[in-house]
């Protein structure tokens, strides 16, 4: 029986038919399988540039970034499942109030463990101290919620869209125009507002700004509360996707600062197309190579990219005049 027709009883028909029946149904198999591949990296792609862009934020500024941000991104997914799932506020509403929360404890981490190693610019001890607080975060995280994951309803429901013959959850496919939007966004802020003008200003002479009569530390520390909100809205979105556990903080920042070095750590635009593409390629390697090599993928990429190219392939040289 193929596509519920059943083959001719003759054989000379069944030679004939039969095979071009299954063989058009086996490539329009192929094609959806290729469709939904395509569309869920998208979906994931999408949710490691938006963490990816709360590192940008940050280095461009004072040249750190927080090694803590996939805990953040942990966090801001259990928020939310607490907010819903326990104390039953709307989902929209806890989305934020996860975003505002881990907006806030990116003050924290800024005041405490990045800017008084940021001041010498030879040291990296703002690395160690990040990572120590995302051990924090993971530990308390742990003792609140425990080692169980946990998945919340989403506002979208659980419809499927058919693209092509392929089935991907809407749900999936809204996280990539929701990431467009809080690129354009970003750029609009930071090439439109003041508070993009200073974040500008700073990026280029701490000394300058300070001149200006403008406290150069708390314009670090508002580049910090923008990519802990980033943190808290891509974890709230990934609540509804993929299962949220204390343990699924660090292997996605360890992703997303992957696609932050491939693409430049200094272009957000380049940071969204590498999120993508390096998301598509990782499920195109799980699904058509092996699931055991989706995560060495991203890794081999960053290697050979740096390798070639050390500024990402969308970054540019930083040239400091002495």
């Given at each position: 029986?193929i596509r519920?027709?059943?083959?001719?009883a003759?054989?000379a028909?069944?030679i004939s038919?039969?095979?071009?029946r299954?063989n058009?149904a086996m490539?329009?198999g192929?094609?959806a399988t290729l469709?939904?591949?395509?569309?869920?990296?998208?979906a994931?792609?999408?949710?490691?540039?938006?963490?990816?862009?709360?590192?940008?934020?940050?280095?461009?500024?004072n040249?750190?970034?927080?090694?803590?941000?996939?805990?953040?991104v942990?966090?801001?997914?259990?928020?939310t499942y607490a907010?819903v799932?326990i104390?039953?506020v709307?989902?929209?509403?806890?989305?934020?109030l996860?975003?505002?929360?881990?907006?806030?404890l990116?003050?924290?981490?800024?005041?405490f463990?990045?800017?008084?190693?940021?001041k010498?610019?030879?040291?990296?001890n703002?690395?160690?101290?990040?990572l120590?607080?995302g051990i924090?975060i993971?530990?308390?995280?742990?003792?609140i919620w425990?080692?169980?994951?946990?998945v919340?309803a989403?506002?979208?429901g659980?419809?499927i869209?058919?693209?092509?013959?392929?089935g991907?959850?809407?749900?999936?496919l809204?996280?990539i125009?929701?990431v467009g939007v809080f690129?354009?966004?970003?750029?609009?802020?930071?090439l439109?507002?003041h508070?993009?003008?200073?974040?500008?200003?700073t990026?280029?002479?701490?000394?300058?700004?300070n001149?200006?009569?403008?406290?150069s530390?708390?314009?670090?520390?508002?580049?910090y509360i923008?990519s802990?909100?980033l943190a808290?809205?891509g974890?709230?979105?990934?609540?509804?996707?993929y299962?949220?556990s204390v343990?699924?903080?660090?292997?996605?920042g360890?992703?997303?600062?992957?696609?932050?070095?491939?693409?430049?750590?200094?272009?957000?635009?380049?940071?969204v197309?590498?999120?993508?593409g390096?998301g598509?390629s990782?499920?195109l390697?799980a699904?058509?190579?092996?699931?055991?090599?989706?995560?060495?993928?991203i890794?081999?990429?960053v290697?050979?990219?740096?390798?070639?190219?050390p500024?990402?392939l969308?970054?540019t040289?930083?040239?400091?005049k002495v």
């Open positions: 029986m519920g027709r059943a083959c001719p003759s054989l028909k069944w038919e039969c095979p071009k299954g058009t490539m329009e192929a094609a469709v939904q591949v395509l569309l869920s990296g998208l994931i792609g999408s949710l490691y540039a938006l963490i990816a862009l709360g590192y940008s934020l940050t280095f461009v500024v040249g750190t970034v927080n090694m803590s941000q996939g805990q953040l942990m966090l801001g997914g259990m928020l907010f799932e104390m039953h709307p989902f929209y509403l806890s989305f934020l996860a975003g505002i929360v881990v907006g806030l990116g003050i924290i981490i800024e005041r463990a990045i800017r008084k190693f940021a010498d610019t030879a040291s990296v703002w690395v160690l101290s990040t120590a607080i924090i993971q530990d308390v995280a742990h003792f425990g080692p169980n994951e946990h919340v989403s506002p979208v659980e419809d869209v058919r693209v092509l013959g392929a991907v959850y809407w749900k999936e809204i996280l125009p929701v690129l354009i966004f970003l750029t609009f802020f930071y439109k507002s508070w993009g003008l200073w974040l500008r200003a990026a280029d002479n701490h000394t300058a700004i001149l200006m009569g403008i406290n530390n708390y314009i670090v520390a508002i580049a923008l802990g909100i808290g809205l974890g709230g979105m990934m609540s509804t996707i299962a949220v343990a699924v903080g660090l292997p996605l360890l992703k997303a600062i992957a696609v932050a070095m491939v693409s430049g750590l200094n272009s957000a635009k380049g940071i197309l590498t999120g993508l390096l598509i990782e499920l390697v699904t058509y190579v092996s699931p055991n090599f989706r995560e060495m993928i890794y081999l990429l290697i050979l990219i740096l390798f070639v190219k500024t990402g969308f970054g040289r930083t040239v400091v």
